[in-house]
């Protein structure tokens, strides 16, 4: 497990991305991460890469914050590939790979890994449930609880599919 804050130590910027087409758990992930930071670092410019996302996830707190243009001209000093490997990223591949330190959070077993520090569970349902291990409880409230809970239900099948564990419930209902 990785200390969220401890690997953002000292950075000015920090940027976040996932997969193209971005479902629930990938917006999910990135917004409550999103969320977290930003309450966490008040003085660090964070920004969410992803192409558009459905207008379904707009309820999300912040998703109409989400730059879809990739256009940062800047080296980020922490930056965040959620729900996939670097490779799946598109136009967020070379921002992350421009980055100081690079850090990959997912729960795919095709992903061996592509960061400086990576956080990868193949065992975990979702990525949302990997950054909810990852956030104190202190820290949670309504709108990183619900965008964590929108990825959780959206790859487990609303804790139908194999691969819900006591652990997804646990986190489902806090």
Not at 133 to 148: G, Q, Y
Request: glycine fraction near 8%; charged fraction near 20%; proline fraction near 3%.
């Amino acid at each position: 497990m990785i200390n969220l804050l401890q690997e953002c130590s000292g950075a000015k910027t920090i940027g976040i991305t996932g997969h193209v087409r971005p479902d629930g758990d990938c917006v999910g992930s990135c917004i409550a991460l999103y969320l977290y930071l930003k309450k966490s670092l008040p003085e660090t410019d964070i920004t969410v890469y992803l192409e558009d996302a459905a207008k379904s996830y707009y309820h999300m707190e912040s998703v109409k914050e989400i730059d879809c243009s990739y256009n940062a001209k800047e080296q980020y000093d922490v930056f965040f590939c959620l729900d996939c490997a670097w490779d799946r990223t598109g136009q967020g591949q070379t921002l992350y790979e421009r980055a100081s330190k690079k850090i990959n959070i997912d729960h795919h077993i095709t992903n061996i890994g592509c960061g400086d520090v990576n956080y990868i569970q193949p065992e975990i349902g979702s990525t949302a449930e990997l950054v909810y291990n990852l956030i104190p409880e202190e820290a949670m409230d309504n709108d990183i609880a619900k965008a964590l809970y929108i990825g959780i239900i959206h790859d487990t099948g609303v804790f139908q599919f194999s691969n819900t564990l006591p652990s997804t419930m646990i986190a489902g209902s806090k």
